[in-house]
Every structure is written in C-alpha cells, then in structure tokens.
C-alpha cells in the first residue's frame, strides 16, 4: 500500500482511547492505534495528532461549573492523553513533541508553527494538544486549525461509528451511510459529525475530511491510502 497524502492530521476522541471501560485508557486500543500510526510513518507520512479528553473529562459533566473553567480542566484531561501517546510511540522508536495551545514548560513545548513544522522534517509525529487554548471552542475546531496552520492534506476523523449517516445507525437499521459530501451539507442538514465551526474553517480553507471508524481493521492505514471504501468524505 503506497500513502496518498505526505502530511495528515488525525483526530482521536479521548473517548476511543478507553474502549470499552468508557473511562481513563485502554493500552490495548492505544497500542492499535500506535502501530498503525508507526506503519504510516514509515511509509514516509508526517502524521499530527489531536486527542480530545473526553475519557477523562467532558464538558460540565452534568454540574452547574463556570463554562470557562470546565473546558480549561478539559484542556488538562487532552494533555494527559498526549502525554500517555507520547509515551507509547517513543517506545516504538518514533521521536515524539508535544505542543500546547497553553503554556506548560515543563510538560511540552508552546504551539509554535514554525517549530511544529520543523518537527514534522526531522521525522518527529507531534501532538498538538490543550484545543485551541479557548473555552467554547472543541477539540474537532482545534483539528481543524491546526490542520489548516500545518497545511495538511487531509484531516482525518476516527469515531466510534464508520462513517456519516443521514440518522444514528445504532438506532436506525435502515440508516443510509453517505459515501461523499460537502461541508455545506454538515451546516444544512445538521449533521452532528463535526461542529459547525470546524466545517467552516476546513471549508474556507479547502481541507478535506475523512470521518471513518476507529475500530475498522487497519482503518488510519487505510485511510492513508485513500482507500474509496472506508468512511465518509467532506470537501
């Protein structure tokens, strides 16, 4: 298999990374996930991650907390999970950076783009992580903006589910799984596989979207290779 595109970005939800226990990480997906992103760097693919923190904590969580500090302590929940994929690739040989959207020096560097964009030359997967350093901004905008600052070829989606469908296919067994659309259809339609936000800066910046599931066998290579029959994609 030959990649189709030199530099991605790929979005993990914090939530995919605890499997089936839905809390904290399951070192079995993660180590899934690291040899498939060890076998797209050796085929010469400069890979960026973005990881949300759902696993460790999403949004209020059912409490009346400040907006602003609930999504601060989800900025800290990503971190952890950067921290932990960090981890497991260097094991695998591949050098790692962490970036942060805020400062923690002596975790990780700051986002820089011009070093970010040095890291990917000398080989090195980065994670960029802490969102976009703003409340009322999710991990999926943050996907989004750093894959259009790093100039990525695509940006890749992996949820729980293998595609984009017109209703939930967990609850609907007659739900159609859409094969392409635009990022007009995810505004138009209300179609909640991206926020509003991400589409639109994707959109505007002419990035296409692959949305496909995590859980499909060798799906991020395959996604690499631009393999027709994984996933739904956005442009």
């Known amino acids: 298999m030959e990649p189709k595109y030199k530099r991605i970005l790929l979005k993990l939800s914090g939530e995919a990374l605890a499997g089936d226990q839905h809390f904290g990480l399951n070192h079995?997906?993660?180590?899934?996930?690291v040899d498939q992103i060890v076998k797209v760097h050796e085929m010469g693919v400069q890979v960026g991650l973005v990881i949300g923190g759902g696993n460790f904590w999403r949004g209020r969580q059912g409490t009346?907390?400040?907006?602003t500090t609930a999504d601060?302590?989800?900025m800290l929940a990503t971190v952890m999970n950067s921290l932990a994929m960090m981890d497991a690739i260097e094991q695998r040989g591949i050098p790692v950076r962490i970036q942060t959207a805020l400062d923690m020096i002596s975790l990780a560097e700051p986002f820089i783009l011009r070093k970010a964009l040095r890291h990917f030359e000398m080989g090195r997967v980065v994670i960029f992580a802490c969102g976009t350093g703003n409340p009322y901004c999710s991990t999926d905008t943050a996907a989004a903006l750093r894959?259009?600052?790093i100039g990525a070829d695509m940006l890749l989606m992996a949820k729980n589910v293998n595609g984009i469908y017109d209703s939930d296919p967990k609850t609907n067994h007659n739900a159609k799984k859409y094969e392409m659309l635009r990022y007009a259809d995810i505004i138009n339609r209300n179609l909640k596989v991206i926020d509003f936000t991400a589409a639109t800066m994707c959109m505007e910046n002419e990035v296409p979207t692959l949305a496909f599931g995590l859980g499909e066998e060798n799906s991020i290579v395959r996604a690499v290779?631009?393999?027709?029959?994984?996933?739904?994609?956005?442009?």
């Open 72 to 74: 601060h302590m989800g």
């Open 64 to 67: 009346n907390m400040d907006r």
């Open 225 to 235: 290779c631009g393999d027709n029959s994984i996933g739904t994609i956005i442009r």
């Open 147 to 149: 894959a259009c600052e």
């Open 28 to 33: 079995e997906v993660i180590d899934g996930v």
